[in-house]
């Protein structure tokens, strides 16, 4: 028995001890199934890696195809815009833009972090311009939406003071955007065949793309604003030089003209006038009657992509463009084949009928929203059979628009037979059109004039990509002078025209200090009343909420006792926008405020 | 040196130990047999089951039926007799041969063993707050799926909670003595001395093997040290006991009717009230063009009818068009629809009925000298009171106890269970929002079609198709719970335990999701296939018919050696001082796939998906990860002839949660008692039999809610979602949150002062205990500006404040032969966020925690009730809109209607109005603690004043036991998604429940509770309405019978004629048959204030039939 002791006894002891001496290293645990921060960041394609998340955040269809805070239905384009269109918006408890902009600013100030360390910076030089390039993605957005901000360049700690520090002025954020961009674009790569397997990075020509943008919306926003002359001249050379270099690249064609075939992928201008409708639904299932697929595009300098097989959309885009509807003042804006607005131009037919008042105008009318007499599909059920416009194909459409109840969109919805949500078009975020349209508008801005030869390697380009073969003159100074119109009102009303349901106009209404007279009008739909062609006592098109008009396409009254204008168009909201100067800027959350009393509100909230 | 490599050491020296000590067992020389029989000192009975055992041995049998017993011991030995309820008789074994016994009832329980952490104590010594339930609370429940269900009022300071009434998926959860933080409120469950890594595992223990349980509620606990800051629950099960075997058998089976739960209307009141609400939209014109109006006109026109589009004159063949009329109706132009329905089906008497569940549990025991054993089966079947689809919770039970001594100084006991539980319910059992779980129904739809299949109408699917036909969800957990300790009683005061614990959980998901096909009501158009077939989606969502697998494997295993000296000192000195050390560790492990676009919807097998091949037709995903706990600790109590009562207790934690140098923390323990009714100044008074006075004072700690790891800086490494090239990007991505590098475990401490007492002869008895917790390095969640672009770590920056009271008093007596006894106890727990770094950001309606309030508060508006005139709305709109400008938030703009002169938007009379709380002339919402604007606190989620009163008697065989149980004080306040059952009409096209039906504002009800009805359409005004108010939020205070049980046991007399039973006794209980509430929205006053998925499965009552059967 003894010796039985002895061994429980040191059993006992052993298993004491063990706990003892085994403590220390059993309670070292490590994750096993997440990668150690410590051991990472040791070669370049760690940062590759890492900087690969960024491309989500372009915008996209998921988050740029309803109301959102740059969404044109904010701005006079179409209804939707909710409480921000209205103007009635009030100070937000919180706001995802302001946080997750900054959660991005976060990522993008990690791998330059991590990238000041790293002993071979030319390895990585294109990964730490991508994370330049996307945190002055990120600060635009916010300049756009807020105005100045805090500006945070390196990673912060809860006990860091630049937590709670001030906003940083609008010139700040600026200079702090255009010095990333800058500093950004002689590292990323020249340019990326569509073949390679870098393509749908940043490349120099997108960065060159969009500092021409954000310099020229500072430079206007300034300008309009009796900023500082030196201040916003400097931006707007800026801006042309960074227009101009992408112009001179030759990297970048509009889509359906010669240049662009030149450039290869396939032929796009056999489709003619109609190559920009198809190239807002370019799908490498044929997705068009001439079977172009994606590396035809050369007009994207980036864009959010998607892949029919990969990455769908996975929203109903069709579907809800069919849904949306212009209003008025937009349907009243395209040119007429002479070159003429609809007020000034013989050849306007008038709103007598339904199909009347789209008869001579600029082809884009017809390709971004349905129009009297012509066939539209959307994918599902509807969608082209032989894409030989043949009687299949019209059969099989939504049906002849003869009569409508209200202006109906047609921009992004998709022809081919494609069930609801599948759609894989890529979202163009940064398009040689724009490109060349903020150049011209740069220059005009810039000098106060503009050279026949600047509008012919710019606006023109855009303005006759559509128009080529109805007769559209283009514009020049002899035409302006002869016809006694306005350049910057003509240069505006193109990017209103081509930039249609792409979430400019908003902004563009900011930076030129423009709501005044662009917002506050009467929201206005189709004629209503004794015009032919019309059933529906209601124009369905126009849902907007928050104001008086919502009771229009809820359709709780019978009949409408709204005035008409005086084309006897149907006026929704005599008072739509109670846009004031304050709106100009979104209000800073007000969690933000309570969290950090150096923050300022900004004026008027 | 590996600790590892001790570990398996030590395995070795068990395994060698058990070796040697099966060959050499000892046999008792000397002694002799001796019979006899124990009776009732008071009636002279027999008493049966007495518990007759050797003093400092495991040797002992029981008496029989007729109270006799027989068992070897030596002259020298002394025979110990204990039987519940009576005091326990010591008496020498000497040379008879005979002995009879009489047992007297016990004045009090002060002899009682209470269990405490590491080891037992006498009741009446015991310092700490402790409470203890038997395996009576466990009887005559019905079907239970988890024993926390059956403490519900039994325990003062525990308040129990359930989110549902899924079987299975309850949630049953308790707390002790309130909120002690806001990181997890579990209490540590300890079964028979090893803890259980989490408390899901009671969802599977078989409440029928509880012997007891003990509820360490305040210093007590700190022996437990890192994790005892909840308080800890030390749960023993049944074992076996020396004597004849035993053979148990407890048949029972239970009935469920729906109990508490919002009811639908009506078709025809649905249509009304639809109709008024509208018209009140539109300011008191009905809108007779508008689809829902006319929809609900037509619902009144043709109840009880279907009508097929095809008959409505005028019909394309393809569409609903505008302007058609049917029977003097205009047709709603719901342009896709394929026919109209207005069944009076009411959907939610459709969906829910009554269940059956059933239970057996079957047990086996007994032992000799050497050893004693229970063996226990345990069966439960639960039925679902949702009628359609594979609905179900069934659990089994084996379990073995068993000791056997090998020596006089050497024993072992071993723990074996094995316990699985299946849940089912059907797969597309919340598919959208109008599945059986969903916010609402559509009006009219029936169930099904005429010839029974799945029906669906306007994109809207009846619920009873796809929960019959669109598969089943399978979870099966099985736990193998393994525990032995050997015990060794080496020196005279001397007695070492190593205990080795190996729990697993092992679980097992299969769901399919099946393609159903939904028709028409005539069947005569198939309108949708959910899901839909072979299509899948990026994010993974089950769009089509898919199967999914996942298993958890998740092994937690637990070391726990301790010695122990306990002695005696001139008689007058009793000391004891333990020490011991443990080792727990946790090894999660799981992994899922699931295949879409599946072959066959007859088998479910991860093998059939037609598109594997595919991206996205197949995923896959693995977690994987580990915790450990290193501990010592200790105890020490001293008592001055068990008169002045001192313990220590002491434990040093280490967890591999905190980085190396924050890792370790000590806690302690102190309690004093006095146990005053010793004195001879109190025992001259000759009133108390028992009056002590205790006084504790402790730290424990809490590790939950921290991530295992959070002290590293780990990066996840996946897929980046982005198309780059021709492929979707891998990306490494931050986890969103900052690491933090000196947080270590929050620290409660704990303080308690109760008195227990004891008078007339014991038939009076109780105690009050007053506590407070203070939590000072809570670790929080602190909100920092935006532009930290990161959430961040938690911080030890919180403070929470717990205090309150408890008290039980229970009164035994009996009047005549009627014994009966009422007992009834009542808890306060309070709680107030004292510190919480950076600023407490608030929003109308529940607040998880703002600081200076206590945890999950409500704010809102002040209400001050109805605008009752015009004029009265146009003061108020003047009062806060002057000149018509809003400077409110939520108030609806009164502008002028354009289509009705001298009409305007916004409020009317019968709208609610509010108080500007702040005199600032608007009507403003609170963003923070320092600035509530116009909003008041509103009160608490957590429940004040928990209570429960019992009472019992019996007479002859007789005998009866009712429970009430009840909250004081709570409110709720049913925000988010729950919303448009407690808004009526806010969803114009759905099915309303009937709280507002007869309770609606009208001139001629102006103190009606509902405001005007109003749909969505209108300017929000449901929205001002109904925001978070101190009309809006709800009074949860509830009283509940919870639960009432008439007994029979047949007469003694009978079963020793029947040669085979030694007892019988039959049962009729209810559950939760009754209740007292104020709740508007015709939930269960028990239900979450968030009301979602299958919180909205309705509360049930039970009527169960048992049967308790003794061999």
Redesign the interface.
């Known amino acids: 028995?003894k010796n039985?002791?002895k061994?429980?006894?040191?059993?006992?002891a052993?298993?004491?001890?063990?706990?003892?001496?085994?403590?220390?290293?059993?309670?070292?645990?490590?994750?096993?199934?997440?990668?150690?921060?410590?051991t990472?960041w040791t070669k370049a394609s760690?940062f590759k890696?890492?900087a690969?998340?960024y491309?989500?955040y372009l915008r996209n269809f998921n988050n740029s195809f309803a109301d959102n805070p740059h969404y044109d239905g904010r701005a006079d384009v179409f209804g939707g815009g909710g409480s921000y269109g209205a103007g009635?918006n009030?100070v937000p408890?919180?706001d995802a833009s302001?946080?997750t902009n900054?959660?991005?600013?976060?990522?993008c100030?990690?791998l330059l972090t991590k990238a000041a360390t790293y002993p071979r910076p030319t390895e990585i030089a294109q990964y730490v311009a991508e994370a330049k390039f996307f945190r002055a993605y990120c600060y635009f957005d916010l300049l756009q939406l807020y105005g100045g901000v805090?500006l945070?360049t390196k990673l912060?700690?809860?006990d860091d003071p630049?937590?709670?520090?001030a906003r940083a002025s609008r010139d700040a954020v600026v200079d702090q955007i255009v010095a990333d961009l800058q500093a950004a674009i002689p590292d990323l790569p020249v340019s990326l065949a569509y073949s390679?397997?870098?393509?749908?990075?940043v490349t120099q020509g997108a960065a060159q793309g969009f500092l021409g943008r954000v310099a020229l919306y500072e430079a206007t926003w300034q300008k309009f604003r009796n900023g500082d002359a030196s201040r916003y001249n400097d931006l707007f050379d800026k801006s042309i030089a960074a227009s101009n270099a992408v112009i001179q690249s030759g990297l970048y064609a509009l889509f359906g003209t010669k240049a662009s075939d030149a450039l290869g992928g396939g032929n796009s201008s056999i489709l003619g006038d109609s190559a920009m409708k198809y190239m807002f639904i370019l799908e490498n299932p044929k997705s068009n009657p001439a079977g172009i697929t994606k590396s035809a595009n050369h007009e994207y300098l980036l864009s959010y992509?998607?892949?029919d097989?990969?990455?769908?959309i996975?929203t109903n885009i069709s579907r809800q463009a069919n849904a949306i509807g212009p209003q008025q003042k937009w349907v009243n804006a395209p040119l007429c084949t002479d070159g003429l607005p609809i007020e000034k131009s013989p050849l306007f037919q008038g709103f007598a009928t339904y199909g009347s008042q789209f008869m001579n105008r600029d082809n884009r009318l017809k390709y971004s929203m349905k129009v009297y007499n012509m066939y539209y599909w959307y994918g599902n059920i509807n969608y082209r059979i032989t894409w030989l416009n043949d009687a299949a194909d019209d059969a099989n459409s939504l049906g002849k628009v003869t009569q409508i109840g209200g202006y109906g969109n047609q921009k992004w919805m998709t022809e081919r037979n494609c069930?609801d949500?599948k759609e894989s078009e890529d979202y163009p975020v940064i398009r040689y059109a724009e490109v060349l349209l903020n150049y011209a508008e740069a220059i005009y801005e810039r000098n106060g004039a503009i050279s026949d030869a600047d509008l012919n390697k710019s606006l023109n380009l855009v303005r006759l990509r559509t128009n080529s073969k109805n007769g559209m003159p283009p514009l020049t100074n002899a035409f302006v002078a002869a016809n006694g119109l306005d350049f910057r009102t003509e240069i505006r009303r193109e990017r209103f025209v081509e930039l249609y349901y792409e979430n400019f106009r908003f902004d563009d209404i900011k930076r030129w200090h423009s709501a005044q007279t662009d917002l506050v009008t009467n929201v206005g739909g189709t004629a209503y009343g004794n015009a032919t062609g019309f059933v529906?006592p209601w124009p369905v098109s126009i849902r907007y909420t928050g104001t008086?008009a919502?009771?229009g396409p809820?359709?709780?009254?019978?009949a409408?006792?709204?005035p008409l204008d005086q084309n006897g168009n149907l006026i929704i909201d005599q008072s739509a926008r109670a846009f004031t100067e304050k709106n100009y800027l979104y209000p800073i959350?007000?969690?933000?405020l309570?969290?950090?009393p150096k923050?300022t509100q900004n004026p008027g909230w | 040196m590996s600790f590892f490599y001790l570990k398996k050491s030590w395995l070795g020296v068990l395994a060698l130990v058990l070796l040697l000590a099966s060959v050499s067992l000892i046999s008792n020389a000397q002694s002799r047999l001796i019979t006899g029989v124990v009776t009732d000192a008071g009636n002279n009975e027999t008493l049966p089951g007495v518990t007759v055992g050797i003093k400092g041995t495991t040797r002992g049998t029981q008496t029989d039926i007729k109270g006799a017993f027989k068992l070897s011991a030596a002259p020298n030995e002394i025979l110990v007799f204990s039987f519940i309820g009576y005091a326990s008789k010591e008496v020498p074994a000497g040379s008879a041969s005979t002995l009879n016994v009489k047992l007297s009832p016990a004045k009090n329980n002060l002899d009682e063993v209470v269990v405490v952490g590491y080891g037992q104590q006498k009741k009446a010594t015991v310092t700490g707050a402790i409470a203890t339930v038997d395996s009576h609370t466990f009887q005559d429940r019905g079907p239970t799926n988890n024993p926390v269900a059956n403490l519900q009022g039994e325990v003062p300071g525990v308040v129990v909670t359930r989110t549902s009434a899924q079987p299975g998926r309850e949630n049953w959860n308790f707390q002790i003595r309130g909120a002690t933080s806001v990181n997890n409120q579990d209490p540590l469950v300890v079964l028979d001395g090893v803890a259980l890594n989490n408390n899901n595992e009671l969802n599977s223990i078989n409440p029928n093997d509880i012997e007891n349980i003990s509820f360490l509620k305040d210093a007590a606990a700190a022996i437990y040290g890192a994790r005892a800051a909840f308080g800890v629950v030390l749960i023993t099960t049944k074992r076996g006991k020396p004597g004849q075997m035993t053979i148990q058998y407890d048949p029972s089976v239970s009935e469920k009717v729906l109990g508490l739960q919002p009811h639908t209307v009506d078709l025809a009141t649905w249509a009304n009230g639809a109709m008024q609400a509208l018209t009140n939209d539109n300011y008191g014109v009905a809108p007779t063009t508008y689809v829902w109006y006319q929809y609900a006109q037509f619902a009144l026109g043709n109840l009880g009818k279907v009508v097929p589009a095809t008959a409505i004159p005028g019909y394309n063949g393809s569409a609903i068009t505008a302007g058609l009329t049917y029977n003097g109706l205009p047709v709603p132009t719901l342009g896709d629809v394929k026919e109209f329905d207005f069944t009076n089906t009411k959907m939610s008497d459709v969906l829910w009925g009554r269940a059956t569940s059933t239970e057996h549990n079957l047990s086996i025991s007994g032992g000799g000298d050497k050893n004693v054993y229970r063996f226990s089966l345990g069966y439960l079947n639960d039925g679902s009171q949702l009628k359609w689809g594979t609905n179900g919770n069934q659990r089994y039970n084996i379990r073995l106890n068993e000791d056997y001594r090998f020596s006089n100084h050497f024993s072992i006991t071993n723990n074996i269970s094995l316990e699985r539980n299946d849940i089912q319910q059907p797969t597309l059992y919340s598919f959208g929002s109008y599945s059986a779980l969903g916010t609402s129904f559509q009006p009219g739809l029936p169930a099904l079609t005429i010839s029974g299949r799945p029906y669906e109408w306007g994109g809207v699917a009846s619920p009873p198709g796809l929960l019959r036909d669109g598969g089943v969800n399978y979870e099966s957990n099985t736990r193998i719970l393994l525990n032995s300790t050997l015990n060794f009683n080496f020196l005279k005061h001397f007695k070492a335990t190593g205990t080795v614990g190996y729990n697993t959980w092992y679980q097992d998901d299969q769901v399919q999701t099946k393609q159903v096909q939904l028709y028409s009501y005539y069947d005569t158009n198939l309108i949708a296939t959910n899901p839909s077939a072979g299509g899948t989606n990026a994010s993974g969502s089950n769009l089509s018919t898919n199967y999914y697998r996942q298993n958890v494997t998740d092994p937690y295993y637990n070391l726990i050696g301790t010695l122990a000296y306990t002695n005696s000192f001139n008689k007058v000195h009793n000391v004891m001082l333990m020490g011991g050390a443990s080792y727990e560790r946790d090894e999660y492990d799981t992994w899922n796939a699931r295949t879409f676009n599946l072959a066959s919807d007859d088998v479910a097998s991860l093998g059939l998906g037609l598109s594997s091949g595919n991206a996205g037709y197949v995923t896959d995903g693995e977690t994987k990860n580990h915790y450990a706990l290193g501990s010592y600790f200790g105890r020490f109590t001293y008592d001055y002839k068990g008169k002045y009562l001192l313990e220590a207790t002491g434990r040093y934690d280490g967890s591999s949660k905190f980085i190396a140098d924050k890792r370790w923390k000590s806690f302690y323990g102190v309690s004093l008692g006095w146990r005053i009714a010793e004195e001879s100044f109190v025992k001259k008074l000759n009133f108390f039999d028992d009056l002590k006075l205790r006084a504790s004072y402790g730290t424990s700690g809490n590790q939950a809610g921290i991530g295992l790891y959070d002290y590293l800086q780990s990066l996840n490494v996946g897929s980046s979602n982005n198309l780059i090239g021709s492929t979707i990007a891998t990306a490494t991505t931050t986890t969103g949150s900052l690491v933090s590098l000196n947080r270590t475990w929050e620290t409660v401490k704990k303080a308690n002062l109760g008195l227990d007492y004891s008078i007339f002869k014991g038939k009076l008895s109780g105690s009050v205990d007053v506590f407070q917790n203070r939590n000072e390095n809570m670790l929080v969640s602190v909100t920092y500006p935006g532009t930290l672009g990161a959430s961040a770590p938690q911080s030890n920056s919180g403070d929470l404040k717990t205090w309150g009271w408890e008290a039980i008093v229970t009164y035994r007596d009996h009047i005549g032969k009627v014994k009966f006894s009422l007992s009834g106890n009542i808890t306060d727990s309070q709680n107030k966020l004292v510190h919480y770094s950076g600023v407490s950001l608030i929003s109308g309606g529940y607040n998880q925690t703002v600081e200076g309030y206590p945890l999950g508060s409500y704010f809102g508006l002040k209400y001050g009730g109805k605008l009752q005139s015009q004029a009265q709305v146009d003061a108020y709109n003047n009062y806060y809109a002057p000149g018509g400008v809003i400077n409110t938030i939520g108030l609806p703009a009164a502008t002028p209607l354009a289509n009705q002169a001298g009409k305007f938007t916004g409020l009317r009379p019968g709208d609610n109005w509010f108080q500007d709380v702040n005199h600032d002339g608007k009507l403003t919402a609170g963003t923070s603690n320092k600035d509530l604007g116009d909003y008041v606190y509103l009160g608490s989620d957590v429940p004040r004043y928990t209570f429960g009163f019992n009472m019992g008697a019996q007479w002859k065989g007789f005998d009866f036991y009712a429970i009430f149980q009840g909250v004081g004080k709570r409110t709720i306040f049913r925000g988010g998604s729950a919303n448009n059952w407690r808004v009526p009409f806010t969803s114009i096209f759905q099915m309303q429940t009937n709280s507002w039906v007869g309770n609606v504002w009208s001139p001629q009800t102006p103190n009606a509770y509902y405001p005007n009805l109003h749909s969505a359409l209108n300017n929000g005004i449901n929205n001002y309405n109904y925001q978070a108010s101190s009309w809006s939020v709800e009074n949860g205070a509830y009283l509940r019978l919870k639960n009432v049980v008439l007994g029979y046991t047949l007469p003694k007399s009978l079963m020793e004629r029947t040669k085979t039973f030694s007892s019988v006794r039959i049962y009729l209980a209810g559950s939760d048959l009754w209740e007292l509430t104020g709740i508007h929205d015709g939930w269960d006053p028990e239900t979450t204030r968030t009301a979602t998925g299958n919180e909205r499965y309705p509360f049930y009552r039970y009527l169960t039939l048992g049967a308790n059967i003794v061999f």
């Open positions: 028995m039985q002791y061994s429980i006894f040191t059993g006992l052993v298993l004491l001890l063990s706990i003892q001496f085994g403590c220390k290293k059993s309670l070292d645990l490590t994750p096993q199934d997440q990668i150690s921060d410590a990472y760690d890696t890492f690969n998340q491309y989500g009635t009030i408890a919180s302001w946080n900054y959660a991005r600013i976060r990522n100030n990690y805090p945070i912060l700690t809860v630049a937590l709670y520090g390679s397997a870098d393509y749908g990075r992509r998607y892949d097989i990969l990455k769908v996975g069930p949500a529906s008086q919502q009771l809820n359709a709780l009254k019978p409408p006792t709204n959350p007000s969690s933000e309570a969290l950090n923050l």
